[in-house]
């Protein structure tokens, strides 16, 4: 495995890199806000420990530029920071999990482990299509029609499990586990604002529509006429 930490403060990044070294684990460090988002861009990673607050670039702006770019490495926030709404917008702006501080190694490298498990089992390795709509999992975006989506890395993930699972209804609580993972602190309108962002990429314009609400249940991705 190999890991970049974002992380200015010496003492954790000691305590980091040394931990991860007794587990085995590769780590490239970068205590610098810009330096980290070029090396995000640049290179590849299994996983990203990625501090909130940073000279340069602070963690939010890294992780927003970070998607924007396309960069598909999972993204583990540290943060001190409890607001709900704070970690709501990182989550929708693709943050993989959050640990707050202070914490203790062994958590963090069992949320580490559970974020690589989620990520390995959520690319679908085959192509998936329903009606006009597919699925390209080589490049992580859908296409309908003749229309190409770019799909950001939650969205993609919603949509791929949803399509995998035609005309059956799925709970919130099915999605945050299944798509966010047991670890993670998903309120339920986080679910709600990503199922919303999707209709309007893949439903609006179309007539057929695609993701609907079962009200007081859940959603359904509805393949029949």
């Known amino acids: 495995m190999k890991v970049l930490i974002i992380e200015d403060n010496p003492n954790v990044l000691a305590a980091l890199s040394q931990g991860l070294k007794y587990k085995s684990v590769i ?15 640049k290179k590849s990673y299994d996983l990203a420990i990625l501090d909130l607050d940073l000279p340069g670039k ?3 702006e890294i992780l927003k ?3 924007l770019q396309g960069v598909q490495t999972p993204i583990l926030i540290l943060t001190a920071n409890e607001d709900v ?3 709501t917008r990182l ?3 693709g943050a993989e999990d959050f640990i707050s501080k202070p914490y203790s190694f062994e958590e963090l490298f069992a949320r580490m482990k559970a974020i690589l498990r989620r990520s390995a089992s959520s690319f679908p390795s085959e192509y998936l ?5 597919e699925l390209l999992p080589e490049r992580r975006m859908a296409v309908r029609g003749d229309q190409k989506i770019e799909l950001r890395g939650k969205e993609y993930e919603l949509l791929s499990y949803l399509m995998s699972h035609p005309n059956k209804i799925i709970t919130r609580q099915t999605l945050m586990e299944e798509v966010w993972g047991y670890a993670t602190s ?9 199922i919303s962002n999707l209709r309007n990429k893949i439903d609006k314009g179309f007539e057929k529509k695609l993701i609907k609400t079962v009200h007081g249940l859940g959603y359904m991705f509805d393949t029949e006429e």
């Open 186 to 194: 998903v309120l339920s309108n986080t679910v709600d604002a990503h």
């Open 58 to 60: 602070d963690g939010e």
């Open 85 to 87: 709404t704070t970690r």
């Open 27 to 41: 780590a490239e460090n970068s205590t610098d806000g810009d330096d980290g988002l070029e090396k995000l861009i």
């Open 129 to 133: 299509a329903s009606g006009d709509l």
């Open 65 to 67: 530029a970070a998607k």
């Open 91 to 93: 989550l929708e702006a």
